[in-house]
């Protein structure tokens, strides 16, 4: 079991992560599905790729009402070594396992590699999952662009695929008929409740914003301050007015990660900037509340400085709550583990819309994540690939 758990520090661990290296369809992410596509094909599960840039590793033929398990390889930029590729390392393991037991599936098998989870090249978190389920639209998904100008369209014909099939997968969806995904633990739940392994309650209500802020791009020395119109000041107050307002309403997370100035010259005030706000909290009204408290005061502090602002949600997910059936039977599969409510968004929570859809947790002692700190001990990542194996097999008996 170890031999993966090594592979997924190979995985994991890939150098180039800082950047935009390890997001969908780019070369860092297209040799991670080369490395995932050896390790299934080497386990005699058939892979293939969707029309959507997902993977899908069949162990035997695939066919309605199937049991897939899987994750995602892409990453954030400086991001961990277990946030996506525990779930699918642990997937190749649990087949080694299940075959180890002497087990066959019984029904249609799959594991499969969702495309571009992180949104970290195209902007939209669980891209991949989105398109098959059908929930972002394909014309609007083809022209998202990257950071460098390239557009989906673009960046999956470079990857061989037909931009013109992007979008709802009813083959796909119509085969699939539980989902299971295995994926480190964002937070310290598991580590409170003394438990290895746990299954996911819900997923908070979570959505993106780009803010751009308009202004007069000048010269740093020559421009007296009184006649400036500078984008970033708006800009830095909206940073502050996410904190603000993400604590007043329980529960409630905002966030911002991304400040990128424009033209972004030490010595030259810029002409725009864009600010991408990330907000989370239980339900949509309290999401809905925090956001339209910040975008109140970023529209009056880019008054306040001679400066427009446009807003654009890039995406939304009101909460999920994972089937409770499914999640019971996991639980109980596993004589007993804890239920818990992640912050984090997942694959998982998309197909919970069109499928029953369970988590599993494995326990991160840190309980820090998107950081190079994210961790899961060795023992605990065995102890996930044993559960994993477990449901699989009373799932697919
Ligand atoms: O942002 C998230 O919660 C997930 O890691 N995509
Ligand atoms: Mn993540
Ligand atoms: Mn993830
Ligand atoms: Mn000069």
Redesign the pocket.
């Given at each position: 079991m170890t031999g993966s758990l090594d592979a997924l520090a190979g995985v994991g661990a890939d150098p180039r992560r800082g950047g935009y290296s390890r997001h969908g369809f780019d070369r860092a992410d297209l040799e991670l599905r080369e490395w995932f596509t050896e390790q299934a094909t080497r386990r005699g599960l058939d892979v293939h790729t969707d029309r959507n840039g997902n993977l899908w590793a069949w162990w035997g033929a695939p066919g309605p009402d199937a049991v897939v398990t899987g994750s995602h390889l892409d990453s954030?930029p400086g991001g961990g070594a277990f946030?996506g590729p525990l779930g699918v390392v642990s997937a190749l393991e649990a087949v080694d396992l299940m075959r180890a037991n002497g087990f066959t599936p019984g029904r249609p098998f799959a594991v499969v590699v969702f495309a571009e989870?992180?949104?970290g090249r195209f902007g939209v978190?669980?891209l991949g999952s989105r398109l098959l389920a059908g929930t972002i639209d394909p014309d609007a998904a083809r022209r998202l662009t990257d950071p460098d100008g390239v557009t989906l369209a673009e960046a999956v014909a470079a990857a061989g695929l037909d931009p013109a099939r992007l979008g709802r997968d009813e083959q796909a969806l119509g085969r699939l008929g539980r989902f299971v995904e295995l994926h480190v633990e964002?937070g310290k739940g598991l580590v409170d409740l003394a438990a290895p392994v746990g299954v996911a309650s819900s997923i908070l209500a979570?959505g993106r914003w780009r803010f751009r802020f308009t202004g007069e791009g000048n010269h740093a020395g020559a421009t007296p301050i009184g006649d400036r119109r500078d984008p970033m000041l708006p800009a830095a107050a909206l940073v502050g007015a996410a904190r603000r307002a993400a604590r007043a309403v329980d529960g409630a997370r905002a966030t911002v990660g991304r400040l990128v100035p424009n033209p972004g010259g030490s010595n030259v005030i810029a002409s725009t900037v864009d600010v991408w706000l990330?907000a989370r909290a239980a339900d949509t009204p309290r999401a809905r509340a925090v956001v339209d408290e910040i975008t109140a005061l970023a529209t009056t502090a880019a008054a306040d400085e001679g400066c427009e602002v446009t807003v654009t949600e890039e995406s939304y997910g009101d909460t999920v709550y994972f089937d409770p059936a499914l999640r019971d039977r996991l639980a109980g599969a596993l004589g007993g583990v804890p239920a818990l409510p992640t912050g984090?968004?997942?694959d998982a929570g998309i197909l919970a819309g069109a499928v029953p859809t369970a988590m599993l947790f494995v326990r991160n002692p840190t309980g820090v994540s998107?950081a190079p700190a994210e961790h899961a001990e060795p023992r605990d990542c065995a102890a996930g690939v044993t559960a994993l194996a477990t449901v699989l097999t009373d799932l697919t008996a």
């Amino acid at each position: 079991m170890t031999g993966s758990l090594d592979a997924l520090a190979g995985v994991g661990a890939d150098p180039r992560r800082g950047g935009y290296s390890r997001h969908g369809f780019d070369r860092a992410d297209l040799e991670l599905r080369e490395w995932f596509t050896e390790q299934a094909t080497r386990r005699g599960l058939d892979v293939h790729t969707d029309r959507n840039g997902n993977l899908w590793a069949w162990w035997g033929a695939p066919g309605p009402d199937a049991v897939v398990t899987g994750s995602h390889l892409d990453s954030v930029p400086g991001g961990g070594a277990f946030d996506g590729p525990l779930g699918v390392v642990s997937a190749l393991e649990a087949v080694d396992l299940m075959r180890a037991n002497g087990f066959t599936p019984g029904r249609p098998f799959a594991v499969v590699v969702f495309a571009e989870e992180e949104g970290g090249r195209f902007g939209v978190p669980c891209l991949g999952s989105r398109l098959l389920a059908g929930t972002i639209d394909p014309d609007a998904a083809r022209r998202l662009t990257d950071p460098d100008g390239v557009t989906l369209a673009e960046a999956v014909a470079a990857a061989g695929l037909d931009p013109a099939r992007l979008g709802r997968d009813e083959q796909a969806l119509g085969r699939l008929g539980r989902f299971v995904e295995l994926h480190v633990e964002q937070g310290k739940g598991l580590v409170d409740l003394a438990a290895p392994v746990g299954v996911a309650s819900s997923i908070l209500a979570h959505g993106r914003w780009r803010f751009r802020f308009t202004g007069e791009g000048n010269h740093a020395g020559a421009t007296p301050i009184g006649d400036r119109r500078d984008p970033m000041l708006p800009a830095a107050a909206l940073v502050g007015a996410a904190r603000r307002a993400a604590r007043a309403v329980d529960g409630a997370r905002a966030t911002v990660g991304r400040l990128v100035p424009n033209p972004g010259g030490s010595n030259v005030i810029a002409s725009t900037v864009d600010v991408w706000l990330d907000a989370r909290a239980a339900d949509t009204p309290r999401a809905r509340a925090v956001v339209d408290e910040i975008t109140a005061l970023a529209t009056t502090a880019a008054a306040d400085e001679g400066c427009e602002v446009t807003v654009t949600e890039e995406s939304y997910g009101d909460t999920v709550y994972f089937d409770p059936a499914l999640r019971d039977r996991l639980a109980g599969a596993l004589g007993g583990v804890p239920a818990l409510p992640t912050g984090a968004g997942h694959d998982a929570g998309i197909l919970a819309g069109a499928v029953p859809t369970a988590m599993l947790f494995v326990r991160n002692p840190t309980g820090v994540s998107h950081a190079p700190a994210e961790h899961a001990e060795p023992r605990d990542c065995a102890a996930g690939v044993t559960a994993l194996a477990t449901v699989l097999t009373d799932l697919t008996a």
